[in-house]
Nanobody, 126 residues
Framework: QVQLVESGGGSVQAGGSLRLSCADS????????MAWFRQSPGKEREGIAA???????TYADSVKGRFTISQDRAEHTLYLQIHMLEPEDTGTYYC????????????????????WGQGTQVTVSS
């Protein structure tokens, strides 16, 4: 059974930094993509960053330069480093995963991911 467990959220002031973590277990395949999504109040869940087994990444335009996705596959952990937090970054951050294969294009689409964590809340005050 696949499990994804996020941690690291909290309340911070604008301009601060956070590092979110996602611990994964139980994947039935050796190759999988992982991603971070965000759901802000009143908005749909949006993909913000994704990474594949080889470390290739993709980002939503809205977070480029401030967000960095990384992973330690040996430790089964996904990270999201966020710098220069803004009030607009407030929301619930979700870790997601899907089975993959070599050469598959990374995706930030909600429907492309099969496995989801419960989310971790980030609140940014001005």
């Amino acid at each position: 059974q696949v499990q994804l467990v996020e941690s690291g959220g909290g309340s911070v002031q604008a301009g601060g930094s956070l590092r979110l973590s996602c611990a994964d277990s139980g994947f039935p395949y050796s190759t999988y993509d992982m991603a971070w999504f965000r759901q802000s109040p009143g908005k749909e869940r949006e993909g913000i960053a994704a990474i594949n087994r080889d470390g290739s990444t993709t980002y939503a335009d809205s977070v480029k330069g401030r967000f960095t996705i990384s992973q330690d596959r040996a430790e089964h952990t996904l990270y999201l480093q966020i710098h220069m937090l803004e009030p607009e970054d407030t929301g619930t951050y979700y870790c997601a995963a899907r089975g993959s294969w070599w050469g598959r294009t990374l995706s930030l689409r909600f429907d492309d991911y099969s496995y989801w964590g419960q989310g971790t809340q980030v609140t940014v005050s001005s």
